[in-house]
């Protein structure tokens, strides 16, 4: 059955691995519940067929064993009547009666089959279609989502690989490199006359505490004297 092998498809679906697919995910769990719909619509008119198949086999078999009772009954009164051949004619009948009530009787149990698959296969489908119906606005979100995060790095992956990004980096790194040398230049060697001046400032300054020296010595022999 087509619609049988169409609900399998579809009660076997994974929604994650659907949404991994779509660009537009409201749109496509809006497709996928009428999908779903439309399967269960489909499967309950196929269900009623077989209900309605059914009925009329019913009706059939009750006719066929009506007609091997009817030609066992004849076969007896031929019988009884000495009429051998037309006794054999009549168990002839009721044999092909017999045949065609087992080879109904084999239809039936085919659509007790198909019903009560199909029936099942309803019941499955409306439980994970009321599912997707009560987790829809969830689903739709977590899609949006993965499509944002996914354009998000695809966007990054884009600007690393690109030509004016790559040029910004090589500005950014030599503005750091004149940064380094410049902060390096600070530190460097004082000048010649820098030397001078310190040399001088250092020597005025011994002068004087050795002058003050050696006026607290003499200060220090007179008064021993």
Not at 58 to 67: D, S
Not at 68 to 90: G, L, N, S
Not at 130 to 154: D, S, T
């Amino acid at each position: 059955m087509k619609t049988a092998t169409r609900i399998k498809h579809i009660t076997k679906a994974n929604v994650n691995s659907i949404l991994d697919k779509v660009e537009k995910p409201k749109k496509m769990i809006g497709l996928m519940i009428q999908e779903m719909e439309d399967a269960v619509i489909d499967l309950k008119s196929s269900v009623a067929a077989r209900i309605e198949e059914k009925s009329g086999a019913e009706i059939e078999r009750k006719l066929l064993q009506q007609r091997i009772e009817r030609w066992e009954a004849r076969a007896k009164m031929a019988v009884e009547k000495d009429r051998d051949d037309m006794a054999k004619d009549a168990l002839l009948e009721k044999k092909r009666a017999e045949r065609a009530l087992e080879i109904l009787e084999n239809d039936f149990k085919q659509f007790e089959t198909l019903i009560t698959d199909g029936r099942s296969s309803i019941v499955e489908l409306e439980e994970k279609l009321e599912l997707v119906h009560q987790r829809q606005r969830l689903l739709i979100q977590r899609g949006i989502h993965a499509v944002e995060k996914k354009k998000a790095f695809e966007t990054l992956r884009h600007a690393e690989s690109n030509e004016a990004y790559r040029r910004f980096l090589e500005l950014e790194a030599k503005i750091e490199r004149i940064e380094a040398e410049a902060e390096i230049a600070g530190f460097s060697a004082p000048s010649d006359a820098e030397d001078s001046f310190s040399k001088m400032e250092s020597d005025g300054a011994i002068e004087l505490a050795l002058a003050a020296l050696k006026k607290s010595l003499k200060k220090v022999i007179k008064e021993k004297e």
